[in-house]
């Protein structure tokens, strides 16, 4: 007898390409069919067939608080009475990008925008008008959203295909994006020598999280700073998800590193549609309609969705010490790994971002990453799935922690990882 989340993929195959709507959420890197969910509450989430996991994707990223937050539901439903969507300024545009200024001073003016892809795109373009460059530098295995230029060496979903580049990318769109390896000084060196001033900007994830977790070396994002102002580049921090998520100030706060354009989306959206880009107002002047360089959205700043946005975030501003309670949690899971597995396994963990990945070595970029054993992945992710533990179905991505996770449902997770680390070392 099948499942209804069998049956649910089946029908979805016939209308969508692979039954989802972003690649990863097809389980094809763990062989397992996916759960088709009904709800999510708190920490947990239920599928078709009534199974309630408790949930580490967070929606990947945005459920910081927990799914489905009373203060931010009441405060969407409030805003659906009034309707959904103006094409028109609204206040609450003005608070979030208020919001957005004060907690992440760097944005003092910020564009909201539909995604991450729309928000890192348009800061590409802004990048390149200011500086009136083409080339940018980004780094193998960090990903940021599927616009054509940035499809080069990408992580996530592409990394899972083990189609690094996407077909139907132009070779010239891809020609002005140069790939450096993560953490290595020397490749962004060369790039920037054999390069120079024709290099716009240096985009990074300031912890990558879409190779799975691989935290910046000690130094790293400083030496990043220092060579985009020598050589009159921007540095582009890319905070999709890092962004109120290893801090209020995100990672240029958590690591002091201040950089000139920076993208949000995930949790400045609440889990609702929202991506932003912003930087000093020198730069963001050149956007139209005050400048030349040109971006628009049918729903940029929806209503809506700004509405769950500023409850987020006002949420995150008045109990700063959830930061602290996050990193604890994925601290005790880390242990746990640690604990059963010794040096066998490698776990990353910045803030309540946790990546662990079946190998002995160090992972500090995309090749130590690649070099994990996904095929272990893959029975970690179905041991867990099978006791109603619901981890990211991709050695690639991150597990996130939110502020509704339990105690006893981080202690029974615990267990259940170290039961499966004891059965497999
Ligand atoms: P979206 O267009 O998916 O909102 O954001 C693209 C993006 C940009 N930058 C970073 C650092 C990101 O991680 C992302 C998207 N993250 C993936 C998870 N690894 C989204 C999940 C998915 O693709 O289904």
Redesign the pocket.
Known sequence: MDTKSQELFRRAGLHIPGGVN????AFRAVGRCPRFIVSAHGDRITDADGNEMIDYVCS??PGILGHAHERVIKRVQKACEYGLSFGAPTEGEIRLAELIAELVPSMEVSRLVS??????MSAVRVARGFTKRDKIIKFKG?????SDGLLVKA???ALTTSVPDSVGVPQDYTQNTLVASYNDKASVEALFLANQEEIAAVIV?PVA??MGVVLPKDGFLEFLREITKKYGALLIF?E??TGFRLGLGGAQGYYQVTPDLT?L??IVGGGMPI?AYGGKGEIMEMVSPLGPIYQAGTLSGNPIATAAGIETLQILKEDPDIYSRLAQKAGQIAGAVKEVAGEKVCVNQAGSLLGIFFTPSLVMDYESAAASDTTRYADYFGYLLDRDIYVAPSQF??MFLSDAHTQEDIAYTCRTIGEFLSSII
């Open positions: 972003s690649p990863v959420r990947w990223g995604s991450g892809t729309e928000a890192v960090c990903y940021h959203g599927h992580g996530s979903g994830e999280a879409n890319d999709v998800i993208t989306g995930k991506g991505e991150a």
